[in-house]
């Protein structure tokens, strides 16, 4: 036989008892605290052994025990893991107490749990556990149903309308306690998310201050013409790693150690020739995306950043360590190359102005128009030249014409010049030409500059570099003779990537007519051999000046002739008879032959064809 519960606490214990959950509400307690309170409570003002909390869980499928009083570990286990409450459980049992409270929003008594079938399987369990009666009663949070209120006692019993009331009231206040844990969470997320941002926002304003200081210090060494060589003493000090400055053409600038240790740049004349078949690349194309440094298996232990102003790279910025640094250390390394970058164009004003001078004169030079020689020769003293000495003329031209291409070019000539021991050589850019006039005291050393200059401006440059030596040329009044001989060979000579530097000596016949051959007198003999057929082709709208080179060229061989001028072998046939009638000789006889190899290599030098 079931009692009903009599719930008639004074108004005083009642009322104390709820203050006492609101302060500890306002207090900001830890949830399951405030959970396992509000279940005490329960338990002293209604009587009974235990009572729980129980919230649906984050995907809404079972209810859990999240706050307790007087319940058994085992029994909290048995809910929350080995026999969850589900809210759509399996099977055909679905009229749990607990799950009916929740679902349908009203309470649930049962006097007797042995008695009641709704208990189902947990009826076993719980009277194990000491649980004869119960009582659940709907939680809700901002309107929404969100977990249950229940009580359990050690004897059946039925619990009254004001006990109910009563637990209504402790299930509205874990309600509150459940909204303001919810508050509390989101304020102290919200304090979080602000520390956070104060704390980026603290250290982005010290590393804006660090990035404005290392700005001042570069700008300000730069300021005070300290040069190259100061900009990088700074970047090493800031840095703290060694330094090297280089130029397109691999010469060093500066170099700064730190700590007894030096950077050694990679020697460009060995690095491997760009070949985008073999995977190789040249070390500007490494550093093409370099931003402000990059590490590369090419040269382990350094990184290697570009230089540039505009989009235009001056230079190499090297330092010692192959791992990439933190955000000031990188900044440095940034502001640093700006720097630099508008030191090395006020440098290149400079020696712009300086080349300027030494082009007039090396213009002078190569015309022939010396009205006072010795005028020229302290002119050249002045520009660190000197012209009493014997000198020879280099020429340099890139196969592929264009101001960009060849002002590239000019730049990183200049600086191998430059770098040269005085008397200096002299240069000026003609025609698209690179002209350089350069002491010959020691031959084998010039045409040691020319392999040099070719093979560094291959590594810097797409393309095919040329270049081509004079002989020696004992005075000044020699100079235009050995400029035509340079600019002959390269103007003579089809380009092929692996020629070797042009020589006169390299270049057989058409050499030794460059270097003893005086263009306007042998005219008269390319003129008798190749003028009638010239008229010809001019009168008859006919090439038997080009068909005769095709021929020569081909030993002779009509098919190949044919092949190469895409006509008939019998047309071949017929022009080389007209040529023959033309000229009163045959190509059948060796001394004709001759000739006309003669005159038409002579055409080509003085430039008459």
Request: hydrophobic share 40%; glycine share 8%.
């Amino acid at each position: 036989m079931t009692s009903e519960v009599p719930v008639q606490p004074d108004l005083l214990r009642w009322m104390t008892a709820i203050d006492e959950l609101a302060i500890a509400v306002n207090q900001r307690r830890d949830l399951p605290g405030l959970l396992e309170q509000i279940a005490r409570t329960a338990c002293d003002l209604l009587g009974y052994e235990s009572a729980a909390v129980l919230l649906v869980d984050d995907d809404r499928v079972a209810l859990r025990i999240e706050g307790c009083w007087g319940l058994s570990e085992g029994y909290v286990r048995l809910v929350n893991e080995e026999s969850p409450l589900l809210l759509v459980p399996e099977g055909t049992f679905a009229g749990s107490p607990s799950r009916r409270a929740f679902v349908d929003g009203t309470p649930v008594i049962v006097e007797d749990i042995s008695r009641d079938p709704s208990y189902g399987p947990w009826a076993n369990a719980a009277q194990r556990h000491g649980h004869h009666s119960m009582a659940a009663v709907p939680l809700r949070n901002q309107g929404e149903t969100v977990g249950t209120m229940n009580v359990y006692g050690s004897d059946p019993r039925r619990l009254g309308p004001g006990g109910l009331e009563l637990l209504q009231i402790l299930a509205s206040h874990a309600g509150i306690a459940l909204e303001t844990s919810a508050r509390l969470e989101r304020d102290l997320r919200r304090l979080r998310e602000l520390g956070s941002l104060n704390e980026k926002l603290r250290r982005r304003t010290e590393l804006l201050q660090q990035h404005a200081a290392i700005h001042d210090r570069f700008i300000g060494v730069a300021r005070r013409g300290g040069g190259l060589s100061d900009i990088a003493a700074a970047l090493a000090e800031t840095t703290d790693r060694a330094v090297a400055v280089q130029d397109v053409s691999g010469q060093t600038l500066a170099g700064v150690p730190r700590a007894g240790l030096s950077v050694q740049p990679p020697d460009w004349v060995a690095w491997p020739r760009h070949d985008s078949d073999a995977g190789t690349r040249s070390l500007l194309d490494i550093l093409a995306q370099a931003c402000p440094v990059t590490t590369s298996e090419a040269f382990p232990g350094l990184l290697a950043g570009p230089v540039r102003v505009g989009g235009e790279t001056l230079g190499v910025l090297w330092l010692a360590g192959g791992t990439e640094d933190d955000d000031v250390r990188l900044r440095a390394i940034e502001q640093a190359a700006v720097v630099l970058g508008l030191e090395m164009l006020r440098r290149r004003a400079v020696v712009d102005a300086q080349w300027q001078l030494r082009g007039d004169l090396v213009s002078e030079l190569v015309t022939g128009n010396l009205t006072d020689p010795e005028a020229v020769v302290a002119r050249g003293d002045r520009l660190g030249s000197d012209l009493r000495l014997p000198q020879r003329v280099l020429a340099v031209r890139h196969e592929e014409s264009g101001e960009a291409v060849t002002g590239q070019l000019l730049r990183l000539v200049q600086s191998l010049v430059l770098s040269r021991p005085r008397p200096k050589p002299l240069l000026a850019l003609r025609d698209g030409v690179i002209v350089i006039v350069a002491p010959a005291a020691d031959e084998a050393g010039v045409e040691e500059l020319a392999r040099h200059i070719r093979t560094v401006a291959a590594q810097a440059l797409e393309g095919g570099v040329r270049v081509s030596v004079s002989e020696t040329c004992v005075g000044p009044d020699q100079l235009p003779a050995a400029f035509r001989q340079v600019t002959g060979l390269l103007r003579l000579f089809p380009y092929k990537p692996e020629e070797d530097v042009l020589t006169v000596a390299s270049a057989g016949v058409i050499g030794m007519l460059l270097a003893d051959v005086d263009p306007h007198r042998m005219g008269v003999l390319a003129t008798r051999w190749i003028g009638p057929l010239r008229e010809y082709d001019q009168r008859r709208g006919t090439d038997l000046v080009g068909t005769l080179r095709r021929y020569l060229d081909h030993d002779l061989n009509t098919n190949a002739t044919a092949e190469a001028l895409y006509i008939h072998p019998n047309t071949v046939s017929l022009r080389v008879k007209r040529i023959e009638n033309l000229l009163n000789l045959s190509l059948s006889r060796v001394g004709d032959l001759t000739t006309l190899r003669t005159a038409l290599a002579i055409d080509d030098i003085t430039g008459t064809s």
